[in-house]
């Protein structure tokens, strides 16, 4: 595996245990994977990651997307 899929593997893991504490938004999903040094680019492929694996819901409720553990 390459390094830019173990770097997004890395922040699906991040985004994964963040929501183990429970649903959050993309703005704070967002602040938690730049505090871990992950940009932009890598936190959507890291979400599309654990969609793709069926592990998270993802909603919108007017501008706000939510995402949570299934």
């Known amino acids: 595996m390459d ?3 173990l770097n ?5 893991g991040h985004v994964y245990g ?5 649903e959050t938004n993309m703005k704070k999903l967002k602040e938690h994977l730049k505090s ?3 940009d ?5 492929m890291a ?3 654990l969609a793709r694996e069926d592990k998270i819901c ?3 409720a007017s501008n706000q ?6």
């Open 3 to 5: 390094e830019m899929c």
């Open 8 to 12: 997004i593997g890395e922040a699906a």
């Open 18 to 22: 963040l929501l183990e504490n429970g």
């Open 36 to 38: 871990n040094d992950f």
């Open 40 to 44: 932009q680019q890598v936190t959507w």
């Open 47 to 49: 979400i599309g990651w």
């Open 58 to 60: 993802i909603t919108r």
């Open 65 to 70: 997307w939510s995402l949570k553990l299934k």
